[in-house]
């Protein structure tokens, strides 16, 4: 299965332990530069690994999956982007590991996602399925969707916790999804989740991006 592309900022701070990463994941549309742009708020002891989506966007951009007319995922699509996300996953942390500076084998440091819009969906994708490869959540203006054929492991997130921002402004997916997405968490699941909701449209905000660099300098 062919790589996806991506780029790769060092930590900025490198302590004797091993720099715990995060996974960046944009939105439908944008690429790997995109959320690159809030390097600079990140904590410094994070390396960061910025993911471009496997599909071209014909409007510009990437994508990782397709929508119908009815807003449904195409099913191929969503499934070649989840499994090739895991095989980048599992490549960077070979790649990586003969540095001890820079190892993140999945056992041997922490793992964070962060995602926005459909980034966001598909970081939830890897979380729930797979949760115990990661050490948190950032879920930016998404969503839960569940694909036929995925089981989504609820029950197994005792430690990988979310934080959940959204826009109640926001006009590309409603924030009551957001809201659908953290009532899931609290009926189904065993996760640590901090949901809030900002005066904002489909964005991510200082405040949003401020609570956000919080809740991950806390868990690194």
Same mark, same amino acid.
């Given at each position: ?7 790769? !900022? ?26 690159? &742009? ?11 690994? *910025? ?29 070649? *982007?989840?499994?090739? !996300? ?10 990586? =590991? ?16 962060? &995602?926005?819009?459909? &980034? ?6 890897? =979380? ?28 197994? !997130? ?8 959204? &826009? ?47 809740? !991950?300098?806390?868990?690194?």
């Amino acid at each position: 299965m062919p790589s996806l592309i991506y780029k790769f !900022l060092p930590p900025r701070i490198v302590s004797a332990e091993k720099s715990p990463a995060l996974i960046l994941l944009h939105g439908r549309g944008a690429d790997e530069n995109d959320l690159l &742009g809030l390097a600079p708020e990140l904590d410094e002891r994070l390396m960061l690994f *910025s993911v471009r989506a496997p599909f071209q966007f014909p409007f510009g951009g990437f994508t990782w999956f397709d929508l119908d007319e009815q807003g449904n995922a195409d099913p191929a699509m969503f499934m070649e *982007s989840y499994n090739r !996300l895991f095989t980048f996953l599992d490549g960077i942390a070979a790649k990586h =590991a003969p540095d001890p500076k820079l190892e993140m084998a999945p056992k041997a440091t922490k793992v964070f996602l962060m &995602g926005f819009s459909m &980034g966001t969906i598909m970081a939830y994708a890897m =979380a729930l399925t797979q949760p115990e490869r990661f050490a948190g959540v950032v879920a930016q203006s998404g969503f839960v969707r569940e694909i036929p054929g995925i089981e989504l492991k609820w029950n197994a !997130l005792e430690n990988c916790p979310f934080v959940i921002t959204h &826009g109640t402004q926001d006009t590309v997916i409603p924030v009551n999804w957001a809201r659908k997405t953290r009532d899931m968490f609290a009926a189904k699941g065993n996760a640590d989740v901090v949901y809030k909701e900002y005066p904002m449209g489909h964005q991510i905000s200082d405040a949003s991006l401020a609570d956000v660099t919080q809740w !991950l300098a806390e868990r690194i």
